[in-house]
């Protein structure tokens, strides 16, 4: 390991990059990250770096996101095939409808989507802003893309809007069971359960917090309880043990795996610089309009 982190390092200054990492993917690759967060975080961070190249180690959308902020720069995906497939459950078609039935509908595309259904949309959030943008727009309809579970979590936040939901869901976090939380908390009662909202309404009905990846690591961080149930992906259990050593962090139901994030390994970040790709390319169009939303969600998640 000792040679690679060398050679890693050599790559790193000689193509004046950065590396930045989502909390799911592999622990070892958290590790050689300049930066580790939530999805919100890494698109912010992004637009902050001074480095040349950006390697992304995450799902497609993360880098096309960090593509579309900063056009300018060379953004490195370390593996090409890591695809959310949530990115792909909606349709331009069925956004062309609601436009025509609701003539003041706002378009909210949950970031984990493709750039071309970012460019449809009037606004981006994360799952750490959701609720607050849409609290903000001044449209009572909004139509939320492409996740049901966070549809229905902002809607339940934000009941003064009228919240259309889409059918997408994302397959690790809807795997996570009612009976599942519920057989985990009888064995242990004094856990605590955290959820990210992408889990069925049925399960986040049941937590004592729901968030974001980075959400739920804060929330374990400063809570007085010394165990927590989580649901969510578990690439979340090594920032959330380095920083509680002392609290014990215990899967909701079955594992929560989500391969392709798992499919980013250090040996890939290190071809990717040496290689220069797989890179993000995207037209210059789908960058221009996939721009507007994802920028004023970074100015509306800022207020
Ligand atoms: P976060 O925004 O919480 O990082 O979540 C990203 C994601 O892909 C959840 O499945
Ligand atoms: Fe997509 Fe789910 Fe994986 Fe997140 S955990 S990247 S939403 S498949």
Redesign the pocket.
């Known amino acids: 390991m000792k040679e690679k982190l060398d050679k890693l390092l050599k790559l790193k200054q000689e193509k004046d990059a950065v590396i930045l990492a989502h909390y799911?993917v592999p622990d070892e690759v958290q590790d050689i990250a300049d930066y580790v967060g939530d999805s919100y975080y890494l698109s912010e961070i992004a637009t902050k770096v001074e480095a040349q190249t950006i390697v992304l180690c995450g799902?497609e959308f993360m880098g096309e996101s960090a593509k579309i902020l900063n056009p300018d720069k060379k953004v490195l995906l370390p593996a090409a095939n890591a695809d959310?497939?949530?990115?792909h459950m909606a349709a331009v078609e069925k956004i062309e409808e609601i436009r025509k039935e609701y003539e003041d509908v706002a378009v909210v595309c949950y970031v984990?989507s493709t750039a071309e259904l970012k460019m449809n949309a009037d606004v981006c959030v994360t799952s750490s802003n959701a609720a607050k943008i849409v609290k903000q727009l001044p449209n009572k309809h909004i139509f939320f893309i492409p996740d049901e579970n966070l549809g229905s979590y902002v809607a339940a936040q934000v009941p003064e809007k009228h919240i259309i939901l889409n059918d997408g869901y994302?397959?690790?976090?809807s795997n996570v069971r009612r009976e599942d939380i519920l057989k985990a908390k009888k064995a242990r009662p004094n856990a605590q359960v955290l959820v990210h909202p992408?889990c069925k309404e049925e399960v986040v009905a049941l937590a004592d917090y729901a968030g974001s990846t980075s959400g739920i690591i804060e929330y374990a961080t400063e809570s007085e309880a010394q165990e927590f149930i989580i649901g969510t992906?578990m690439g979340v259990f090594h920032e959330l043990k380095k920083r509680n050593p002392g609290k014990s962090f215990y899967v909701a139901g079955n594992l929560q795996i989500?391969p392709?994030?798992k499919k980013i390994t250090v040996d890939k970040v290190i071809s990717a610089l040496e290689n220069g790709q797989p890179e993000v390319i995207l037209s210059e169009e789908v960058r221009n309009r996939a721009y507007a939303p994802l920028s004023r969600m970074l100015e509306l998640a800022g207020q």
């Open positions: 799911y799902v959310c497939p949530m990115a984990n994302c397959h690790v976090h992408e992906e989500c392709n994030m």
